[in-house]
């Protein structure tokens, strides 16, 4: 049994290319959107090992060709959080690194291939952390020019699950399994929240059932649910003859 079951259903919902490049084109702005050649996704090994043998891994990693002449590789790191990281972009810009340096190993004397940061995030009051790497600065500090300059800077794109609507996930181009997936990482927990909002995906559940691999889904779906509903909460979901 696992003991990250957030992370778990994450990766079980997004692992395969064509459903992360669903959620990709969701979040990423226009001009990018466009500018990636999507039938060249594919998933990357997104585990490294630090001279100390200390085991990094990032949650999903994935690499896509650039539309330009020379189909250059841009890589997308997605992460998902389920609780707070004040310092969130410096785990980002730590796992970046580390993808850079295998960059430079497979591909000796090339120019480095950008890496975009993408966070998935469920905290249940919404994001509130930093969403650039400058943000962990003294504002005071960075406000000089001159230094500011000399500061690495990146920007994460944030989707930020507590903000949306239960209409904002299910209008998502996603197949069911995502689409539940992310329905139950922003709800499960609260389970006042997980029973008022029960109902409206109940169609997203019937439809995952039509095949078999559907109902396999639906399967860790409901081992997701029994791992982080409330057990005092549980009665609610057994019939009442049978309780």
């Given at each position: 049994m696992t003991p990250r079951p957030h992370d778990a259903l994450f990766k079980a919902a997004f692992e395969s290319?064509?459903?992360?490049?669903?959620?990709?084109?969701?979040l990423l702005p226009g001009a990018v959107r466009s500018a990636i050649a999507w039938a060249t996704l594919s998933g990357e090994h997104g585990s490294f090992v630090?001279?100390?043998l200390a085991d990094h891994h990032?949650?999903?990693?994935?690499?896509?060709?650039?539309?330009?002449?020379?189909r250059q590789l841009v890589y997308f790191l997605l992460e998902h959080q389920s609780a707070d990281d004040p310092t969130m972009p410096l785990?980002?810009?730590s796992y970046q690194s580390r993808i850079w340096d295998r960059f430079v190993e497979q591909h000796p004397g090339a120019r480095l291939a950008p890496i975009i940061a993408m966070l998935v995030t469920h905290v249940?009051?919404?994001?509130?952390?930093?969403?650039?790497?400058?943000?962990?600065?003294?504002?005071?500090?960075?406000?000089?020019?001159?230094l500011a300059a000399l500061v690495p800077r990146f920007s994460m794109i944030v989707d930020d699950l507590a903000r949306l609507s239960h209409g904002d996930l299910a209008a998502r181009p996603l197949p069911?399994?995502?689409?539940?997936?992310?329905?139950?990482?922003?709800?499960?927990?609260?389970?006042?929240?997980?029973?008022?909002?029960?109902?409206?995906?109940?169609?997203a559940m019937l439809e995952l059932g039509w095949t078999r691999s559907g109902r396999d889904r639906l399967a860790t779906l409901v081992t997701y649910m029994f791992r982080v509903i409330s057990p005092l909460h549980l009665e609610r979901f057994v019939p009442s003859s049978e309780r």
């Open positions: 290319p064509s459903t992360a490049a669903a959620l990709l084109r969701e630090d001279a100390l990032s949650d999903l990693l994935f690499s896509a060709r650039l539309r330009t002449g020379k785990r980002m810009l249940p009051d919404g994001w509130n952390g930093a969403r650039a790497f400058e943000e962990l600065f003294d504002p005071a500090v960075v406000a000089l020019p001159e069911a399994f995502p689409r539940l997936a992310l329905w139950l990482l922003r709800d499960a927990r609260d389970s006042s929240t997980f029973l008022d909002s029960f109902d409206a995906w109940i169609p």
